[in-house]
């Protein structure tokens, strides 16, 4: 609680160096923070096992939307050419998969892409409308020449005054300041 | 000794499998003796026949030579070597084009196995050409009483196979050589000009690569059966050629890593890239050979259809079956996940199965034309196509102690080695 009476969001330290923020998501990566993130104009390469991130859990919403997709394809096809209204087309058979395939895989590709897309958006927690961080002035520099690493109030390991002091001595941070809820 | 364990492993299980496909089809070709295999030749060929009114000369009906049989077997093992090395070459010819970094530290193993083309590729063509008028039946018709043949004159006469088949596979193993000996200049003076060179014959070269492959393979396999037309035959090469290649690649640079040779510049991102690679060449394949089947199938015209009804007569279905799942299904789902492909208890098996998908598929490509009823295996199979590997190996072995494992002067190979390295905490100077 601070002075106000209201929980902060977490306390953002600020870089300017991509070395220094590299080094740094390693140690709240070692220190064992959990909610976290890192915040650079520019991808840095090496920043996800500098932080740790799992691999992310995409691909199983792809799986299963491109599954999905391809039964979807050869069941609409087979119901229609030939389970509801057998119809020959240039002398072939009702149903094979052979010419069900074309529109199954196009199904497969769509459905695979929609459950990636809509899966990353879900596991992100996306869309959300505000961000405590954005009402920030310090770190609007975020889209522009500083690097950030905010430790939010609801990790466990949070303590305003040990975490403060984590990141200004321990990380080396520039500044360090805490961000209002 | 640990990593020559992981690499016999797979060898014994292609052995195996090969065994097991040895005697299974003893017990197949002794099953369909019974049945007279003349007569079936009859309804793929009857419509070849009435399509161009010349008639297929391929089988006059009697059991086919043994020179015959020889060469169907010698060419399905030239045709799986050659897939190793036109595979290499194009790997090369990518790294070059995309001004590619992450493959620096693997592009020398390429350089290598592509430099088997010569002279290795070209004196292992010589039985090919002596063999030739018992391998390729077209070579002894007469084009004046075969319309297929007539029409595909221009490439399909004696000196133009004689003259335009060997120039091929010289000019590849030139441009193989040329790049090896850019590649090695470099390693000397590490001036940019070498890149430069290279990248310039890239990108010339990939458009003859693309036209000169398609038309050695068009030589070389399609005309078996010269009747038959098919404009994405090279590319259905191609893809398998590709994707045989990379898992070898695979194999050798992990073998190489794990030696210790390329332990200090290849890293997880190169054998990663490489299976995702692998990875995308299982599909390329499949589409590309669906497409040629689906297209043959959907036109239904007599000229191509014959073509893919002889592989779905007899045991050939079979086969064809093996390669739809061996081929495509059971190497794409196992590769789906991310992690397996730096998973070297998957992979290696993996590394085995495509090799012997491979040489299934161009068995299914070759050796039909011989055996209408089904495959017929002999020991001579496994011999001609470990024999001829194994050499090739050996040669590869051989040269790659000549020169240095990689690059050594790259401009691009500190890039490629630091690129993703993570540091540990502490390692990096932080600011202050």
């Known amino acids: 609680m601070n002075a106000t009476g209201t929980r902060p969001h977490g306390i953002l330290a600020e870089f300017d160096t991509t070395a220094g923020i590299l080094d740094a998501a390693i140690r709240c990566r070692d220190a064992g923070y959990t909610k976290w993130d890192v915040y650079t104009p520019f991808p840095i390469h090496g920043m996800d096992d500098a932080m740790g991130v799992k691999k992310s859990m995409v691909g199983w919403f792809t799986f299963v939307g491109g599954v999905t997709g391809f039964t979807t394809g050869m069941t609409m096809i087979w119901f229609m050419n030939k389970f509801d209204y057998g119809l020959v087309v240039g002398g072939k058979p009702l149903f094979t998969p052979l010419f069900a395939f074309p529109v199954s895989y196009e199904l497969t590709i769509l459905l695979g892409a929609f459950a990636t897309l809509f899966g990353m958006l879900f596991l992100n927690g996306l869309p959300r409308l505000h961000n405590p961080l954005l009402a920030n002035a310090r770190f609007k520099r975020a889209s522009d020449d500083r690097f950030f690493i905010c430790i939010e109030s609801e990790d466990p390991k949070y303590s305003e005054e040990a975490t403060r002091a984590f990141l200004s001595e321990r990380c080396h941070a520039n500044a360090v300041e805490i961000v209002e809820a | ?432």
């Open chain 2, 1 to 432: 000794m640990k990593t020559l364990t992981t690499l016999i492993k797979p060898l014994l299980a292609v052995l195996g499998l090969s065994l097991a496909m040895v005697l299974g089809a003893g017990r197949l070709s002794a099953e369909d003796a019974p049945k007279a295999p003349v007569a079936s030749h009859g309804d793929s060929h009857g419509e070849a026949k009435a399509a161009h009114g010349g008639g297929d000369h391929s089988h006059a009906g009697a059991a086919p030579s043994f020179a015959r049989v020889f060469g169907h077997r010698y060419l399905t093992a030239y045709m799986f070597c050659l897939s190793l090395c036109m595979g290499s070459l194009f790997l090369i010819f990518i790294h070059h084009l995309f001004d590619a970094s992450w493959s620096v530290p693997v592009r020398r193993v390429a350089e290598q196995l592509a430099s088997l083309l010569f002279p290795w590729m070209a004196v292992l063509l010589i039985p090919i050409l002596v063999l030739q008028k018992d391998i390729y039946p077209w070579l002894t018709i007469d084009p004046a009483t075969d319309h297929a043949l007539d029409v595909k004159k221009v490439l399909f006469n004696q000196k133009g196979f004689n003259v335009l088949l060997p120039a091929l596979v010289l000019s590849w193993g030139l441009i193989a050589h040329t790049f090896r000996r850019w590649s090695l200049a470099q390693d000397k003076d590490g001036a940019a000009i070498w890149t430069r060179k290279s990248r310039v014959l890239a990108a010339g070269g990939i458009f003859y690569f693309a036209l000169s492959l398609t038309l050695g393979c068009f030589y070389l396999m399609k005309s078996l059966q010269h009747q038959f037309f098919s404009t994405m035959y090279g590319v259905y090469y191609f893809a398998g050629s590709v994707w045989t290649t990379l898992v070898t690649v695979w194999v050798i640079v992990i073998w190489l890593k794990d030696k210790g040779t390329l332990a200090q510049v290849v890293h997880r991102r190169q054998i990663q890239d490489i299976g995702v690679w692998f990875f995308a060449f299982t599909v390329f394949y499949a589409y590309i050979h669906f497409s040629q089947y689906f297209l043959i199938w959907n036109a239904a015209i007599p000229e191509e259809t014959f073509w893919y009804v002889r592989r779905e007569h007899g045991a050939w279905k079979w086969v064809g079956f093996t390669i739809l799942f061996g081929h495509f299904f059971v190497p794409f789902l196992t590769l789906l996940n991310q992690d397996v492909k730096l998973n070297k208890t998957i992979m290696l098996p993996m590394a085995a199965w495509a090799w012997l998908m491979h040489y299934v598929d161009m068995t299914f490509n070759v050796m039909p034309v011989c055996f209408p009823e089904g495959p017929e295996f002999s020991l001579l199979d496994p011999v001609l196509w470990f024999g001829m590997a194994g050499f090739l190996g050996f040669m590869f072995l051989k040269n790659f102690g000549s020169a240095a494992p990689y690059p050594l002067r790259d401009p691009r190979l500190k890039e490629a080695v630091t690129h993703h390295e993570i540091p540990a905490a502490g390692a990096v100077q932080s600011h202050h």
